[in-house]
């Protein structure tokens, strides 16, 4: 218990010298984005994610299969959202590949453009998700999770793609002490998941009471704070900013 309060601590409030800096935190938050955005793809946008691929792809199966509820195109736009996304998040992290502070401040200010871009669309429309509205968020957030991933997997801090909890989840077990292992950074691996688990909870009770344009200004806000905050503490050249081999 002592290790994994201090590994959390520590994740929550990295030590100077930390060779991630303030990343973990900063990752945390882009989880817990993640969280809000897949509550709101499923539940008010026709049972599709916009982070989670390996759900559309599962979706994608059973539309196919004929299941009701589900739509195979939804599912492919917005894997095909996620993959341009990710596309551009590869590129910037080729061009950002030497300052790891620049490459998430840039990634995460696209992705208030993009954000904004839907807030604005579900804010004129009233939170009327017609189709058109529908595929319009879907593409925006789908753009937005893809550069997300794309970048924290350039950042490469363990534990924290933002996105992916399933590997995060079997860590946790398969490295566990009743398994043999040694359990490297669990306290990191359960704030992961408690981040997503908080973000998904706050987006899905929102939607009950709240406005779309609502929950998806609230995930705003988390990626105006995140590169606001990455850009202040990355101005100073710490070591963290590079990248690590």
Known sequence: MYKLLT???????????DRHGPLPPLLLTLTAVTGLVDAVSYLALGHVFVANMTGNVVFLGFALAGAK??????SVVAMAAFLVGALAGGRLGTRFATHRGRLLTIATALQVVLVAAAVVTAAVTHGRVTTTVQY????????????????????????LTT????LTLTGLAADSAPAGGTAPR????ILSVLAMFLGALAGAALLLHAALAL??????GLLAVTSVVTHRLSASGAAWIRPQS
């Open 215 to 220: 929950i998806l200004g609230l995930a705003l």
């Open 7 to 17: 590994d959390a601590a520590r994740t929550l409030v990295p030590p100077g010298g």
């Open 69 to 74: 509820g589900l739509s195979a195109l939804a």
């Open 163 to 166: 996105t992916v909890l399933t």
């Open 136 to 159: 319009t968020l879907i593409v925006l957030l789908g753009l937005a999770m893809g550069l997300q991933n794309a970048v924290a997997r350039r950042l490469g801090v363990p534990d």
């Open 186 to 189: 669990p306290g990191r691996r």
